[in-house]
């Protein structure tokens, strides 16, 4: 694999380079710097959004007729690498990388003429309605309901772990419309307005203190058929080809990249003591790197199949399970390097609107809410079980 940039891309590298430049705000840098989830919050985020939609780089993974920049692999790892090296915000992922490939794919003309756009401007906010109270892991045996009255579905149950559903004016969901000998029959995929009467959102704290995920609660909530995607009882078939999006579709050894150094520098500050003249902090470092550079390749491969349109399939899964378990890895060893600072926990969220001078130097503050939020990694957007399970199966034969 040629690594080497030629004179196009090293030209695409300072245009990037210049955009970011012009358009990251410090208050986006330090906001993104101080958010310990993977998720920015709305009015960070989605300013982000706004520029590079600007720029005509709102979804670097779309098709070019739908919005999406014309970029080679190359191009598109150069964007990612100096958009995690800049520290810009984490746009709405469930809009762009999520949600929007599947109307792509599976959408009307008409949900596809509503929908993208307002995707690519920003204009909405998604959440996630998959994961139920019985049924996260095992989601083919959701309970949520959609009963057909004339040209609405009528909703009801619950939804749980919900990420940003108290942000999000829309929610795509995954709910039952017919009962069948096997589970996946009888799912479709719904596209419902969170304003929409009989919607109750309840919020969920976690153990980090973050107030970033919520359960749904739906009451006789009437949903148009014509926001149904494709066909009804396919929505197994689309739920699964959108967990590939979101396993697969990043590059996310650029930012553990970035989150290592970041502890690097600290274990060889004296903040810290200089942690890294430890001979166990000083290996684990350099173990962390190698797996970076090992995903970091598998995604570049991954990267180049997704330009020729193909979906990515079962090694999405080895990318969600790597990444998931790299970067608790990382955030693990953050909380070892900073050391009985890791006992001054700031409550208040989110870290970057703090009014008061933190018990901790800014530069540790995160560390402990991002090992905390961390503990989710190996659990949203399927358990690593799960991810192994399906690489057995459709990779191994086994």
């Not at 520290?87 to 809009?95: A, F, K, L, R, S």
């Not at 929908?115 to 204009?123: K, T």
Request: hydrophobic share 40%.
């Amino acid at each position: 694999m040629d690594l080497s940039f030629n004179a196009e891309e090293r030209a695409f590298q300072d245009e990037v380079r210049g955009f970011i430049a012009k358009n990251l705000t410090e208050e986006m840098k330090r906001a993104t710097a101080l958010t310990p989830s993977v998720f920015s919050d709305p009015d960070i985020g989605m300013a982000w959004q706004r520029a590079l939609h600007r720029q005509g780089w709102g979804a670097p993974g779309w098709p070019v007729e739908h919005g999406g920049p014309r970029w080679t692999p190359a191009q598109r790892w150069i964007f990612e690498t100096e958009s995690a090296r800049a520290g810009v915000p984490n746009v709405n992922v469930m809009g762009v990388k999520m949600v929007g490939p599947v109307i792509i794919g599976f959408g009307s003309p008409e949900q596809k003429n509503f929908y993208l756009p307002r995707i690519l401007s920003g204009e909405d906010y998604w959440c996630q309605g998959y994961s139920e109270p019985g049924s996260g892991s095992d989601l083919s045996s959701l309970k949520t309901r959609a009963v057909r009255d004339g040209d609405d579905y009528v909703i009801n149950g619950t939804k749980i772990w919900t990420t940003h559903a108290h942000h999000a004016n829309r929610m795509f969901a995954l709910v039952r419309t017919s009962d069948g000998p096997r589970q996946q029959d009888g799912i479709s995929f719904i596209l419902i307005d969170m304003k929409t009467p009989g919607i109750t959102i309840r919020p969920i704290l976690t153990i980090g203190g973050d107030h970033e995920v919520n359960q749904v609660f739906f009451d006789d909530v009437r949903v148009p058929v014509a926001n149904r995607v494709g066909e009804e009882g396919k929505g197994w078939t689309y739920g699964k080809y959108l967990l590939e999006f979101e396993r697969g579709s990043g590059i996310a050894s650029a930012k553990l990249r970035e989150g290592l150094k970041a502890i690097s520098d600290l274990a060889e500050s004296d903040l810290t003591g200089r942690a890294i003249d430890s001979p166990d902090i000083a290996a684990r470092i350099s173990e962390v790197e190698v797996d970076i550079d090992a995903l970091e390749m598998t995604e570049l491969r991954v990267l180049s199949a997704l330009q020729t349109g193909q979906n990515p399939g079962a090694v999405s899964s080895i990318l969600k399970l790597r990444n998931s378990e790299i970067r608790q890895a990382v955030t693990r060893l953050g909380v070892d390097v900073i050391g009985h600072d890791a006992l001054a926990v700031e409550p208040m969220r989110p870290l970057y609107k703090l009014n008061h001078e933190p018990a901790t130097p800014e530069e540790m503050l995160t560390m402990v809410p991002e090992y905390l939020n961390g503990r989710a990694y190996t659990i949203f957007g399927g358990t690593s079980e799960i991810q192994r399970d399906i690489i057995a199966k459709m990779m191994l034969g086994i």
